[in-house]
């Protein structure tokens, strides 16, 4: 399915990127906002921006849209990665200023009524899409709900992973996640900080079980698999207030591929690459700050 849109929205630099790293490429990833409390990022390719799940209140959608300077009207589509409230329960506001496709696997509308009322149109986890100038190939991940997927966005040599909510990576997601100029992948909980946290048994056993959510050492070894020489951007996604600390998965990441940390705080880290080579670096998205990945 392609959809023909008008030009792409305007453009800003990553925080903390070197000049190294600042190269006209054909994706970017914009993150409005990661977590229990809410989810919605957005890639920008040549037609536009393609929306991935939206979480929010629509007033803060926009408010993180203007934030980082994105126009809602070049919101081109919209994808969900599965049905759980903090990935879709802004979008019947959403789709009353919104005409453009909406997507999803199989299964997945029905999973909420206000859904189902929507003019979906639905693939089998595994299908490969055309939409707004960028093929999006989509797998299955492993999440406590009806066909779950993660997506690879490619347009002219460029590409972006994106996988959160799973509790395991199948092979498929391994392969498209594998050598993404940007990354971004689910870094949930810090196991010990789970197991001693306050949460009750069961939940902690779901969480932590293949169909809950990926833990920093689930992160970081699959990291250390996925990276190469073209990654210049590894996102950690959905960090647990309560079992998790952005530090924490930055640390791991870190640790998974020798990159060193930014400052004491752990904030951020970099992997330093000789002479030309684009640097790698890693940050956590969080829930109420949005920022861009160019």
Same mark, same amino acid.
């Given at each position: 399915?392609? &959809? ?9 630099? #990553?925080?903390?990127?070197? $000049?190294?790293?600042?190269? *006209?490429?054909?994706?970017?990833l ?7 409390r /809410?989810? %919605? ?6 037609? /536009? ?9 629509? %007033?803060?959608?926009?408010?993180? @849209? ?49 859904l ?21 190939? #989509? ?11 993660g997506?690879?966005?490619? %347009?002219?040599?460029? $590409? ?5 909510? #799973? ?7 391994m ?5 993404? *100029? ?8 810090d196991?010990? @900080?789970?197991? %001693? /946290?306050?949460?009750?048994? &069961? ?8 169909? /809950? ?6 992160? $970081?070894?699959?990291?250390? $698999?996925?990276?190469?020489?073209? #990654? ?54 969080g829930?109420?700050r ?5």
């Amino acid at each position: 399915m392609t &959809h023909s849109t008008s030009a792409s929205p305007a453009e800003q630099r #990553t925080p903390g990127a070197d $000049a190294k790293s600042e190269r *006209r490429h054909a994706l970017h990833l914009h993150i409005l906002g990661s977590g229990s409390r /809410g989810n %919605c990022a957005l890639v920008e390719g040549p037609e /536009g921006l393609i929306m991935i799940d939206n979480g929010f209140a629509r %007033c803060k959608v926009l408010d993180r @849209m203007h934030e980082l300077g994105l126009d809602e009207r070049d919101v081109r589509a919209l994808i969900l990665t599965h049905e759980h409230t903090d990935h879709v329960s802004g979008i019947s506001v959403w789709v009353k200023i919104f005409n453009g496709p909406l997507f999803a696997s199989e299964g997945t509308v029905d999973g909420r009524k206000y859904l189902s009322c929507l003019d979906f149109d639905t693939f089998t986890p595994g299908d490969a899409l055309e939409v707004a100038g960028v093929r999006i190939e #989509t797998f299955p991940t492993s999440h406590d709900v009806v066909n779950p997927v993660g997506f690879r966005f490619s %347009c002219a040599g460029d $590409a972006i992973g994106y996988a959160t909510d #799973t509790g395991m990576l199948p092979p498929r997601a391994m392969e498209l996640l594998a050598d993404a *100029r940007i990354l971004a992948l689910e870094s949930n909980h810090d196991t010990q @900080m789970l197991r %001693c /946290g306050p949460y009750p048994r &069961h939940l902690q056993d779901r969480i932590a079980s293949d169909r /809950g959510h990926l833990s920093n050492a689930q992160a $970081a070894e699959a990291l250390s $698999a996925l990276a190469s020489e073209r #990654t210049e951007h590894v996102v950690a996604m959905h960090i647990s207030q309560e079992n998790n600390r952005p530090s924490l998965a930055v640390r791991a990441l870190a640790a998974a591929i020798g990159a060193e940390l930014d400052n004491e705080l752990g904030s951020s880290a970099t992997l330093g690459r000789p002479g030309d080579a684009a640097d790698l670096h890693i940050r956590p998205a969080g829930q109420n700050r949005p920022f861009s990945v160019l």
